[in-house]
Nanobody
Framework: VQLQASGGGLVQPGGSRRLSCASS????????ISWFRQAPGKEREGVSC????????YYADSVKGRFTISRDNAKNTVVLQMNSLKPEDTAIYYC????????????????????WGRGTLVTVSS
């Protein structure tokens, strides 16, 4: 039972990057899935969450209007589309899953998450 994040890399400011979170050994159908990130020298912070029941989405203020989270239960995958990237978006990005499958305030309560994947590094630099 694990999650695997992928899609990180080097991107120029203003560019886009697409991250994927795939599950192995279990179905994402009943899990809320979130992305967190940790920048160098900073604490890990919540970025975005998508609920399992109605697909409600939540975003940190710092990424609203630039990032979009979506889920494809048939493929057991959650995608984070990141546009208009800034140098301050540079971080290791992690995906995490929780049940019950509603997001609520879980972006601010990382202890609610039972499953964590290994991170993928996104570097925004010219």
């Amino acid at each position: 039972v694990q999650l695997q994040a992928s899609g990180g890399g080097l991107v120029q400011p203003g560019g886009s990057r697409r991250l994927s979170c795939a599950s192995s050994g279990f179905s994402l159908d009943y899990h809320a899935i979130s992305w967190f990130r940790q920048a160098p020298g900073k604490e890990r912070e919540g970025v975005s969450c998508v609920s399992s029941n109605d697909g409600s989405t939540y975003y940190a203020d710092s990424v609203k209007g630039r990032f979009t989270i979506s889920r494809d239960n048939a493929k057991n995958t959650v995608v984070l589309q990141m546009n208009s990237l800034k140098p301050e978006d540079t971080a290791i990005y992690y995906c995490a899953g929780k049940v019950p499958g509603f997001c609520g305030d879980s972006l601010n309560n990382q202890d609610e998450y039972q499953i964590w994947g290994r991170g993928t590094l996104v570097t925004v630099s010219s």
